[in-house]
């Protein structure tokens, strides 16, 4: 069962930037198609597309973090990052590394991690 763990999150200041690493246990990032979901307080059961990179490397991004956010893979690592710049207060939300799936559709994902908190203040 492949397992992914996600890590980086915390707590930063409005126009601050974080990275996130996504590490599968086994050889899953050159595999398959990955990405990153968010899920703002209180919206349960809603997952807020980010960004993903298929396995020929095409990136997608959500408009809101297009020039701001920008994911990478280390097949090598078989680990996902995202980096996040310019952070913003609405940015703040539990960020889901999911694979396997197709661009932006979070239903299409079959491997998720357990997510981890970021924080943005203003």
């Known amino acids: 069962q492949v397992q992914l763990v996600e890590s980086g999150g915390g707590l930063v200041q409005a126009g601050g930037s974080l990275r996130l690493s996504c590490t599968a246990s086994g050889p899953t990032v050159s595999v398959y198609a990955m990405g990153w979901f968010r899920q703002a307080g209180g919206q349960e059961n809603e997952f807020e597309f980010v960004t993903s990179i298929s396995r020929n490397g095409t990136t997608y991004y959500a408009d809101s973090v297009k020039d701001r956010f920008i994911i990478s893979r280390d097949n090598a690592e078989n680990t996902v990052y995202l980096q996040m710049n310019s952070l913003r207060p609405e940015d703040t939300a539990v960020y889901y590394c999911?694979?396997?799936?197709?661009?932006?559709?979070?239903?299409?994902?079959?491997?998720w991690g357990q997510g981890t908190q970021v924080t943005v203040s203003s």
């Open positions: 999911a694979g396997g799936g197709w661009q932006n559709q979070p239903s299409t994902y079959h491997l």
